[in-house]
């Protein structure tokens, strides 16, 4: 089985630097047509995200919860999975590390990382792809142009849509 591995803000919904309402969720229209894209070709779709903002205070850590549970059900997100730690906690599951990819792998043990993408809009989503051996797409909303110079990612696109016209036309 082959997957699907986004981040949450900058990628599937507008950055506001630390979501702490609802009213502040934007998702991007070109997401939706993205998602029913993947799925059409057969990918499970897994929402990773570093949520620190936990730790800071805040918002709780069942906001998060709430707001990815909220957001797999709009998008038909097969599951997500977050770390509410701050960077200086050192923790497996923050992202560049691939603490939470090796959890998705314990529940989805069918998953092929070596036939599947990490799209996000920040250098640490494109590391964690690379330290899972999986392929990478930097996407240009939130912050991903700040590092379309610099990026080790396999792809540069505009955005998720675009990611998922890429994907697809490879698969």
Same mark, same amino acid.
């Given at each position: ?12 919904? @507008? @950055? ?49 919860? @709430? ?55 920040? @250098? ?48």
């Amino acid at each position: 089985m082959n997957a699907i591995f986004i981040d949450r803000d900058g990628t599937i919904i @507008e @950055e506001v630097n630390y979501l702490s309402s609802f009213e502040q969720i934007k998702i991007y229209q070109f997401a939706y047509s993205a998602i029913k894209i993947l799925k059409n070709y057969g990918y499970k779709i897994f929402l990773i995200t570093n949520q620190s903002g936990v730790a800071r205070g805040y918002f709780l850590e069942s906001f998060v919860i @709430e707001v990815n549970s909220y957001l797999c059900k709009k998008l038909n997100i097969d599951d997500f999975l977050y770390c509410p730690h701050l960077p200086e906690h050192n923790c497996n599951c923050r992202k560049p590390k691939t603490g939470l990819i090796k959890k998705v792998l314990e529940k989805y043990p069918d998953i092929k990382l070596k036939n599947s993408y990490f799209i996000g809009d920040k @250098e640490t989503d494109i590391e964690t792809g690379l330290n899972c051996n999986m392929k990478t797409i930097l996407v240009g909303t939130g912050y991903g142009k700040n590092y379309f110079k610099t990026t080790q990612a396999d792809f540069i696109v505009k955005n998720i849509y675009y990611a998922s016209l890429l994907i697809s036309n490879l698969t």
